[in-house]
């Protein structure tokens, strides 16, 4: 698992309990699946079709730093499965699971069309002259 991103916990985050609010935690990790999915399938219609269990195994506070994880469970033909993982940044200690988060990438016209990938790539990879 990879932890590319990572989020401060800001007073405008918090639910009446003062912790992290999930919705709050489900919107980054949409935002992180997404952005991992056109990256990967080199396209920018890619839509959320399917989130699987998602664990709040526990929470986090003010000031808290936490990082989201990704990784590729799968390629489809349309579709690229995902698995996350939000760890907090200083303890390692998890924060949310989702086993599978199924991204569809789409046509012009809004519908399914195939991605042609079969395994991860890497954006330095595809630069002609790296650096
Ligand atoms: C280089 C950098 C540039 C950066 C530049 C930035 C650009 C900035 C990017 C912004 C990125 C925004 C992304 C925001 C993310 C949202 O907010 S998306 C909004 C919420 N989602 C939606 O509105 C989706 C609504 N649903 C739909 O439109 C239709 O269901 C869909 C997605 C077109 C699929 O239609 P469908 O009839 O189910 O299609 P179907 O061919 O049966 O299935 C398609 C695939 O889904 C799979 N599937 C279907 N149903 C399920 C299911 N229930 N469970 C699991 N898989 C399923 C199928 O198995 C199939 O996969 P493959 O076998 O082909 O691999």
């Known amino acids: 698992m990879n932890y590319?991103?990572?989020?401060?916990?800001?007073?405008e985050d918090l639910n009446p309990n003062?912790?992290?609010?999930?919705?709050?935690?489900?919107?980054?990790?949409?935002?992180?699946?997404?952005l991992y999915a056109v990256i990967q399938l080199e396209n920018k219609k890619v839509v959320t079709k399917y989130i699987s269990e998602i664990n709040f195994v526990s929470s986090a506070k003010q000031g808290d730093?936490?990082?989201?994880?990704?990784?590729?469970s799968a390629f489809g033909s349309t579709s690229l499965t995902l698995k996350c993982a939000v760890r907090n940044k200083m303890t390692h200690q998890t924060i949310i699971t989702v086993e599978r988060i199924v991204m569809?990438?789409?046509?012009?016209?809004?519908?399914?069309?195939?991605?042609?990938?079969?395994k991860v790539e890497f954006v330095k990879d595809r630069l002609i002259n790296p650096s």
Request: proline share 6%.
């Open 4 to 11: 590319h991103t990572r989020k401060w916990v800001k007073p």
């Open 18 to 34: 003062q912790s992290l609010f999930g919705g709050k935690l489900l919107q980054w990790i949409d935002e992180e699946a997404a």
């Open 65 to 72: 730093i936490i990082e989201i994880g990704i990784e590729v």
């Open 104 to 118: 569809v990438n789409l046509d012009e016209d809004g519908n399914p069309k195939p991605h042609g990938k079969t």
